[in-house]
């Protein structure tokens, strides 16, 4: 539905309420008559008297209506109206309000499909004649012979619906009807927002099952009560890809975000379903409160009531970036730039660790020399630069990992070290990189080492091999290599790669493992603790199927445990909507304009993960 910005927030109150029109009249049924409106008005030869059929015989108890097919006569009031192709295409009756049965088992409310249909009245009572249809697991009245427009201003009657609710099936009741719902006011998922105009809703903001349980059998059935705590919140239309986005109201715009664990309230619409999922197409406008803010920094190095600190000198920050692809040349890529610089601008790290950079080497046309480049434009000097760990591609794949560093703040102190043997050739893990830094104002040492394990996902590949496949303990695909690749990786460390062994180490990088799983646990029983999981107030970096939870993470020695004193999931990207990416794919030129800033915000797909290190506090 394309709106105007003149008029936005008018319109918005005219789509969703149908409270555009005060004329009594309304266009007539098939037969193209009209009707004289208020009561006993009549077209295509039916009467506000006419006889009727209980709406509840027509929507059964069953899978599909027990009169499909049949053509009949109903009645009702029209609680919900969205007229129109761009919406879908007709509205809702119920039964009246002396009608209403409270302990129906059966719905008492309908779907009058009826593209021909231009106004209507909420609150109005209809007589519809049509043929009974089963739409997408939805009940309702189709190919309409004739509509009679009969009282108007009946009374709404609203069912309130409490979420957790026992069951999914407890919904059926309630397909068609005007409802309220309490208990799901948390957006815990937006990825269908842009094309499909919608938000999942739920009672809390739901973790990914291995992010807060152990693998195994538990996990396996963790989130199945999500499905008892959670609802779509629909546009009320059925456009794909609309001009404008309806949430948060007035529009999504760029500096007008929905982010997750945002709250919504006011939910009153009507339940219907599609592709087998309830959800709500609201009637009224509901209300979105922002209560997850943009963090304009990470939460590491704050003074309270002070905005912007003075950097302790004494500070040692180390951040973790995957790059969701910096390649330079492509076609978002002037886009992209400046959106990397702000989050490297934000995060303000010593050392900065790299995933899904290009694999071509460390020459003039390569990219991480165009990254160091940029960074260092929008700075005085030349601050910054990269571990150069082979002049040529590291390992097999188009992808691979890097480490870029402020050489004013620290210096290399060890050989450049890449475990690219086995496999870490990047066919399956990306190599390993590791250096060892001086802290230039402390002394103190610390070696960082990046890494990017295998990836979760399944193709046909993975049947055939042990280590690939899906083991059903809730760590996806590839769990076994990821645990291999995480044994691997602590092997190579104990042979002190870098020739330091003194400096404590810092492990950081996507892991592809969520907190609980095997490549946490096996590292954290190696000596090491989860800043993050530790330190951080709800960490999270992405956002999968609707929950929250981390594959990337920083994992420190615990020999300098107390010396790490913050450690944050910097929530720029996962929390924001996708449509606020760099990308111009699938976009029109208006969602280029108006959903694009030169900002960090979606400036990477995931949350970077950044610690800061007290040096002062080391012995």
């Given at each position: 539905?394309?709106?105007?910005?003149?008029?936005?927030?008018?319109?918005l109150?005219?789509l969703?309420?149908g409270?555009?029109?005060?004329?009594?009249v309304?266009?007539?049924?098939g037969?193209g008559?009209?009707?004289?409106?208020g009561?006993?008005?009549?077209?295509?030869?039916?009467?506000?008297?006419?006889?009727?059929?209980?709406?509840?015989?027509?929507?059964?108890?069953?899978?599909?209506s027990?009169?499909?097919?049949?053509?009949v006569?109903?009645?009702?009031?029209?609680?919900a109206?969205?007229?129109?192709a761009k919406r879908?295409?007709?509205?809702y009756i119920q039964?009246?309000?002396?009608?209403?049965d409270?302990?129906?088992?059966?719905?008492q409310?309908l779907f009058?499909?009826h593209?021909a249909?231009?106004?209507?009245?909420?609150?109005?009572e209809?007589?519809?004649?049509g043929?009974v249809?089963?739409?997408n697991?939805?009940?309702?009245?189709?190919?309409v012979?004739?509509?009679?427009?009969?009282?108007?201003g009946?009374?709404?009657?609203?069912?309130?619906?409490?979420?957790?609710?026992?069951?999914i099936?407890?919904?059926?009741r309630?397909?068609?009807?005007?409802v309220?719902l309490?208990?799901?006011?948390?957006?815990?998922d937006?990825?269908?927002?842009?094309e499909?105009?919608?938000?999942?809703?739920?009672t809390?903001?739901?973790?990914y099952p291995?992010e807060?349980?152990?693998?195994?059998?538990?996990?396996?059935?963790?989130a199945e009560?999500y499905?008892?705590m959670?609802l779509?919140?629909?546009d009320?239309?059925f456009?794909?890809?609309?001009?404008s986005?309806?949430?948060?109201?007035?529009?999504?715009?760029?500096?007008n975000?929905?982010?997750?664990?945002?709250?919504?309230?006011?939910?009153?619409?009507?339940?219907?379903?599609?592709?087998?999922?309830y959800r709500?197409?609201?009637?009224?406008?509901?209300?979105?409160?922002?209560?997850n803010?943009?963090p304009?920094?990470?939460?590491?190095?704050?003074?309270?009531?002070?905005?912007e600190?003075?950097r302790?000198?004494?500070?040692?920050?180390?951040?973790t970036?995957?790059?969701?692809?910096?390649?330079?040349g492509?076609?978002?890529?002037?886009r992209q730039?400046?959106?990397?610089?702000?989050?490297?601008?934000?995060l303000?790290?010593?050392?900065?660790?790299?995933?899904?950079?290009?694999?071509?080497?460390?020459?003039?046309?390569?990219?991480?020399?165009?990254?160091?480049?940029?960074?260092?434009?929008?700075?005085?000097?030349?601050?910054?630069?990269?571990v150069?760990?082979?002049a040529?591609?590291l390992?097999?794949?188009?992808?691979?990992?890097?480490?870029?560093?402020?050489?004013?703040?620290?210096?290399?102190?060890?050989?450049?070290?890449?475990?690219?043997?086995g496999?870490?050739?990047?066919?399956?893990?990306?190599?390993a990189v590791?250096?060892t830094?001086?802290?230039?104002?402390?002394?103190k040492?610390?070696?960082?080492?990046?890494?990017?394990f295998a990836?979760?996902?399944?193709d046909?590949?993975n049947?055939?091999?042990?280590?690939?496949?899906?083991?059903?303990?809730?760590?996806?695909?590839a769990?076994?290599?990821?645990?291999?690749?995480?044994q691997?990786l602590?092997?190579w460390l104990?042979?002190?790669?870098?020739g330091?062994?003194?400096?404590?180490v810092?492990?950081?990088?996507?892991?592809?493992?969520?907190?609980?799983e095997?490549p946490?646990?096996l590292?954290?029983a190696?000596?090491?603790?989860?800043?993050?999981?530790?330190?951080?107030?709800?960490?999270?970096?992405t956002?999968?199927?609707g929950?929250?939870g981390?594959?990337?993470h920083i994992?420190?020695a615990?020999?300098?445990r107390?010396?790490?004193?913050a450690?944050?999931?910097?929530?720029?990207?996962?929390?924001?909507p996708?449509?606020?990416n760099?990308?111009?794919?699938?976009?029109?030129?208006r969602?280029?304009?108006?959903?694009?800033?030169?900002?960090?915000?979606?400036?990477?797909?995931?949350?970077?993960?950044?610690?800061?290190?007290?040096?002062?506090?080391?012995n």
């Amino acid at each position: 539905m394309a709106l105007k910005y003149g008029s936005l927030a008018a319109l918005l109150v005219v789509l969703l309420t149908g409270c555009g029109s005060s004329d009594d009249v309304f266009g007539g049924g098939g037969d193209g008559g009209g009707d004289t409106g208020g009561d006993g008005g009549s077209t295509g030869n039916l009467s506000c008297s006419a006889a009727t059929l209980p709406i509840t015989s027509i929507q059964g108890t069953g899978a599909s209506s027990p009169k499909l097919g049949e053509t009949v006569t109903v009645s009702g009031v029209v609680h919900a109206e969205f007229l129109g192709a761009k919406r879908l295409n007709g509205f809702y009756i119920q039964a009246n309000k002396a009608n209403f049965d409270n302990a129906a088992t059966a719905s008492q409310g309908l779907f009058i499909h009826h593209p021909a249909q231009t106004t209507i009245r909420i609150g109005q009572e209809v007589v519809v004649r049509g043929v009974v249809q089963e739409s997408n697991g939805n009940t309702q009245i189709g190919a309409v012979e004739a509509i009679a427009a009969c009282k108007t201003g009946n009374t709404i009657v609203y069912s309130d619906i409490k979420f957790p609710i026992d069951s999914i099936a407890s919904l059926d009741r309630y397909e068609g009807m005007a409802v309220r719902l309490a208990g799901v006011e948390y957006v815990t998922d937006h990825e269908n927002l842009a094309e499909e105009g919608e938000l999942l809703l739920a009672t809390e903001v739901l973790s990914y099952p291995t992010e807060v349980m152990a693998p195994g059998s538990a996990a396996n059935t963790y989130a199945e009560r999500y499905k008892l705590m959670s609802l779509v919140l629909d546009d009320g239309s059925f456009v794909e890809n609309p001009e404008s986005v309806i949430y948060p109201a007035p529009e999504l715009l760029s500096y007008n975000p929905v982010r997750i664990g945002d709250r919504v309230l006011g939910l009153q619409g009507v339940l219907a379903k599609k592709d087998g999922v309830y959800r709500l197409h609201p009637s009224e406008v509901p209300t979105f409160v922002p209560t997850n803010h943009r963090p304009a920094k990470p939460k590491v190095g704050e003074v309270e009531g002070v905005d912007e600190p003075p950097r302790d000198a004494n500070e040692f920050r180390v951040a973790t970036i995957n790059l969701w692809q910096y390649i330079p040349g492509t076609h978002s890529f002037s886009r992209q730039r400046p959106k990397i610089q702000a989050l490297f601008s934000g995060l303000d790290a010593d050392v900065y660790v790299l995933q899904e950079l290009p694999n071509n080497g460390t020459g003039p046309a390569s990219g991480i020399v165009d990254l160091v480049n940029m960074l260092n434009e929008a700075e005085e000097g030349t601050p910054y630069a990269f571990v150069e760990f082979a002049a040529g591609p590291l390992g097999n794949d188009d992808e691979t990992n890097g480490i870029v560093y402020r050489q004013d703040r620290v210096s290399q102190a060890g050989v450049a070290a890449a475990l690219t043997s086995g496999h870490f050739n990047g066919d399956l893990n990306q190599p390993a990189v590791a250096q060892t830094f001086t802290h230039i104002v402390s002394g103190k040492g610390f070696t960082v080492v990046g890494n990017q394990f295998a990836e979760r996902d399944c193709d046909d590949d993975n049947n055939a091999s042990e280590l690939l496949k899906n083991h059903g303990d809730g760590q996806a695909c590839a769990s076994l290599a990821r645990r291999e690749a995480t044994q691997t990786l602590l092997n190579w460390l104990a042979t002190n790669p870098t020739g330091n062994s003194a400096a404590p180490v810092v492990i950081a990088g996507d892991f592809n493992a969520y907190t609980l799983e095997d490549p946490a646990r096996l590292i954290k029983a190696a000596g090491y603790f989860n800043a993050a999981e530790t330190l951080a107030v709800k960490p999270y970096t992405t956002v999968e199927e609707g929950m929250v939870g981390s594959l990337d993470h920083i994992f420190v020695a615990s020999s300098i445990r107390n010396a790490v004193v913050a450690a944050d999931t910097w929530k720029v990207n996962a929390d924001e909507p996708e449509a606020f990416n760099y990308e111009i794919n699938g976009k029109t030129y208006r969602h280029q304009n108006v959903w694009y800033q030169e900002d960090m915000y979606r400036s990477v797909e995931r949350n970077p993960v950044v610690i800061a290190v007290d040096t002062g506090l080391i012995n």
